[in-house]
C-alpha cells in the first residue's frame, strides 16, 4: 500500500442560517426557534434549533403552520449575520492551516481544511481535530469535525455524523468501511437519481458501492461512477483554497426596536465577549472598538472608543461604551448593532524593584469618560502648542499611556523660570518716543529702568481673526523698591496692553 501524505479536516455545522442568528443570542437557546424566508404571507421555514425540531416542526412549514405551536420565535433570516458568521468560523479555520476551502451549502457550513504538515504545531489530527471543535463551540457554534486523506470521505462522513459524536478520524484503508453504513442523503443527489436508487432497494454507501461499475455506467451515465467513487471514499479532488480575512467584527439586528440604552448592553456584551476571544486566540487584544447603531427609520449612528492602552477586559469596555453612548445618545430607536473592532498588542510594562507602582489606565480611562460626559469631548486631555506665534494658542490632544521607559533629558546650564498669567491681566502703559516709561499693574506703579523689544508677531491675515501683537520684556521698580522683570503684550488692532508673564 502506498504511503499518501494528503490529509483533511472537514467543518460542518448544520441549521446553519439559525446558528448564525442563535450565536449572539443565549437568551434564545432554550427555546423553540425557526428561521423564516420569503415574503409574506408565503413565508416558511428554512432552518430551526433542536427545540423546534423536537416539538415537530420541519422545513418547508409555513407562518401559520408555525404559529399552531406552543410560543415559537419565529426569526428572519439574515445573509449579514450568516456572511458574517462564515467569516469568523473561516477565519477560525485558518488558525489552523493557511489552506481553507470553502464548500458551504444553503443551509450549512462546510468547509475543507489541508492539515498535512500541521503535526509539529497541533500534534495528531485527532488533536488538532479537538481544538478545532472546542474553539468552534466556544465561538458559539455547533458543528462536527471529521478527518481523511480523502476530502469527499470527510465531508460525506461529516454529513452522516450525529450530534453525540461530532468528531472523528477515518484511518488510511477504511473510508469505504467507515462510509458504508451511511444514507445516500449525503450525497448530492438528483431527484431521478433518488427515485432509482429507491426502485433498486440502494439506501447506503456501502450497498451503492457493492453494484458493479460496467453495469452501473451503462444504466445511469457516467455521473453514476462519481457516485460509487465517493461511496467508496476514493474521488480525488482538486483543493481550491480561499484566503481567510482577519476581521473583528460581530453585527446583530434586533427583534425590536430598543430605546432604553440599558437594555442593550446585555448583547453588546456577548458581541465584545466574540471579540475578545478572537483576539486572544492570536494573542492580541482590542485597541478601539467602533459600534455603528442601525436606526429605526433609517440611518447610522457611529460612535469609536479608544483606551490608553490595548485591552481584553469585557467590563472595562462595556463601561466605557455606556458612558460615551450615554454622552452622544442616538436619536431614534435601534434595530440594529455592529461592532468592529481595530487589534493591539498585549504589552506589558516592566517596573523596576523599587520603582513605585503605576495607577492603572483602566481606571484612568473610566475617569477621563465620565469627565468628558459633564465638561464635553474636546476639554479632556493635554495641552499641546500649535506651530504658531499667537499667544494662548494650544490644542487638546487624548492622553496617552507610555509604553517604555521615558528620559527626561537635563541640561547643566541653569534656565529662568517664568509664571505665565491666564488669563492675560490688563496693564495701563504710558510710553515715551513709543518705549515703555511706567505701568500701573495690580493697583502699583512701576518705572521702566530697561526694555527690550518690540518683537512684532501676526498672523492668520486670511482669517476674520486675524492677529497682531508687539511683545516687551521689561525691567522695572515699585517706589518701595519691589523689582518686576515681566513680559508685557500690546494688541496692535486694539491698542491694548496686557501682562502675560512673570519672571522669577
Known sequence: MTQTTEVYACLYAKEFPAQALLRLRPDLHPKPCVVLEGKAPTQHVCSLNTKARLLGMERGMTRVEVDTFPEPVALLRSPQSEAATKAVLLECAGAFSPRVEDRSEANAFLCGIDIAGTKNLFGPPEMLARNLLQRVRVLGISASVT????????????????????????ATGREAATLSVLPLSVLDL??????????????TLGMLAALPEKELVARMGQESRRLRQ???????????PVEPTFTLEERAELDSPVEILESLL????????????RAKARILSLA????TLTLDGGGTHTRTVRPALPTTDKQLWIKLLHLDLEAHPP??????????????????????????????????????????AVVGEDCVGRAVLQDTHAAEAFRVEPFTVPTGESVVPTSPHSRASMRQL?????????LQHA??????????????EHAYGPWVVSGDWWNPTLWGAEQWDLVARAQDGAMLCCCMMRDVLQNRWQMAALYD
Open 190 to 203: 438528483t431527484e431521478k437519481q433518488v427515485e432509482t436508487f429507491g426502485l433498486w432497494g440502494i439506501h
Open 147 to 170: 478527518v481523511s486523506t480523502n476530502l469527499h470521505a470527510a465531508v460525506s462522513l461529516a454529513k452522516g455524523l450525529s450530534r453525540k459524536t461530532p468528531l472523528h478520524v477515518i
Open 230 to 240: 465517493l461511496s467508496q471514499g476514493e474521488l480525488p479532488h482538486l483543493f481550491q
Open 266 to 277: 446585555f448583547g453588546l456584551g456577548v458581541m465584545l465577549e466574540q471579540l475578545i476571544l
Open 288 to 291: 478601539s472598538v467602533t459600534v
Open 422 to 430: 491666564r488669563p492675560l491681566e490688563t496693564a495701563s502703559v504710558t
Open 331 to 372: 436619536s431614534a430607536a435601534i434595530v440594529g448593532v455592529m461592532l468592529h473592532a481595530e487589534p493591539g498588542s498585549t504589552t506589558k510594562m516592566q517596573l523596576g524593584l523599587f520603582s513605585p507602582q503605576l495607577p492603572e489606565a483602566s481606571r484612568l480611562d473610566v475617569t477621563l469618560a465620565r469627565i468628558r
Open 435 to 448: 518705549r515703555p516709561t511706567y505701568f500701573y499693574f495690580r493697583e502699583k506703579r512701576y518705572n521702566v
